[in-house]
């Protein structure tokens, strides 16, 4: 407070920005943005106003961290772009540390885990496959074997029988669960949740090609039943901000969801393409950062946009300072023709 009066919030802070230039971009089109990331050469951190090393997640020091770049640039809202600080900026938001876009301590804690992420979408009746821990005999098979705390697909193995589901659960290195191998067309859900957890928009694509757990094309589609879907979870849950929800169409159980990422998801290009003017995920975060209430407007959305997303690269000099130069003159991506 200076003279009794609050100051102007103008900043976004993202954290663990790595590869994500697009997300980065798009916030620093509406706010002053800070990236914060560990890692030197993470290239996202360049598409921000300002870019400052912070220590590692699991470090003390990490949340001080951002408080302090917080209050140095304003910012009223965190929004983290990777899982691995979901819980730790949960529990610094419940403590009134910092204005994190996460949903409660417990429930970024179940999300992280895929078995309680289970758990906690059956306890609010909503659907999930099949699912159970090693040494308990699966409804059926094939299965999926995968880690309980994966990302970016990692580790995940189908198994067609008992003597494959047995090996994979040895094989992996990590606490794996075992779930129901869904058979049919995977879809994802991008949602987006105001401060109360009511859920402003959700935007329905297909996953048409993903590699390493990132999606890298898919279509936004018409579907009332996964846009119902997406809202159910999101406010059962108390979601804050961005969320992903995957799910696939078996054809024998209908849909089932396979995860719940309470962040922003590859795929962020489709609910940019799809949003109507003046909606777009950055530009109401940012509104609500500033104290502007936004309508729920659930549903409403361009179907029919496909993405394709693709590579490019810098150039930095000896002290990581970017050069300018590129492989293309005039530098930058070249327009599509």
Not at 75 to 94: F, H, N, Q, S, Y
Not at 123 to 151: A, I
Not at 202 to 207: A, K, L, N
Not at 284 to 291: A, C, F, P, T, W
């Amino acid at each position: 407070m200076a003279g009794g009066r609050r100051r102007r919030v103008t900043g976004v802070l993202l954290t663990g920005v790595g590869k994500r230039y697009d997300i980065v971009s798009a916030f620093a089109q509406h706010a002053t943005t800070v990236a914060a990331d560990p890692n030197p050469l993470a290239p996202a951190q360049y598409a921000a106003h300002v870019r400052r090393s912070v220590p590692r997640i699991d470090d003390p020091e990490y949340v001080p961290a951002l408080r302090a770049l917080c209050d140095e640039f304003d910012v009223g809202a965190v929004v983290p772009l990777t899982d691995l600080d979901i819980e730790v900026l949960a529990r610094a938001r419940a403590d009134g540390l910092l204005p994190a876009l996460v949903p409660d301590p417990d429930v970024a804690a179940a999300t992280y885990d895929k078995y309680d992420a289970h758990l906690l979408l059956e306890r609010h009746g909503l659907p999930s496959p099949p699912t159970v821990l090693p040494g308990t005999e699966p409804e059926s098979y094939p299965v999926m074997v995968k880690p309980r705390q994966g990302s970016g697909a990692r580790s995940i193995h189908p198994a067609p029988d008992r003597a494959a589901m047995e090996f994979f659960v040895g094989y992996v290195d990590e606490p794996v669960m075992v779930q129901k191998l869904m058979q049919g067309p995977e879809f994802s859900m991008d949602c987006l949740s105001d401060l109360e957890g009511r859920c402003l928009n959700v935007i329905p694509r297909t996953m048409i090609e993903s590699r390493g757990g990132e999606s890298i094309k898919g279509t936004v589609i018409d579907d009332p039943e996964l846009v119902d879907l997406g809202r159910r979870v999101v406010e059962a849950l108390g979601v804050r901000g961005p969320c992903t929800v995957q799910a696939f169409r078996d054809r024998d159980i209908g849909v089932g969801i396979t995860d719940v990422n309470t962040r922003f998801g590859g795929a962020f290009p489709a609910p940019m393409y799809a949003a109507r003017p003046g909606r777009t995920y950055p530009e109401l975060i940012v509104r609500m950062s500033r104290g502007e209430t936004i309508e729920p407007h659930v549903g409403d959305y361009q179907a029919g946009v496909t993405f394709t997303r693709y590579y490019w690269q810098l150039e930095l000099d000896a002290e990581l300072r970017p050069t300018g130069r590129d492989i293309v003159t005039p530098p930058g991506p070249p327009a599509p023709r």
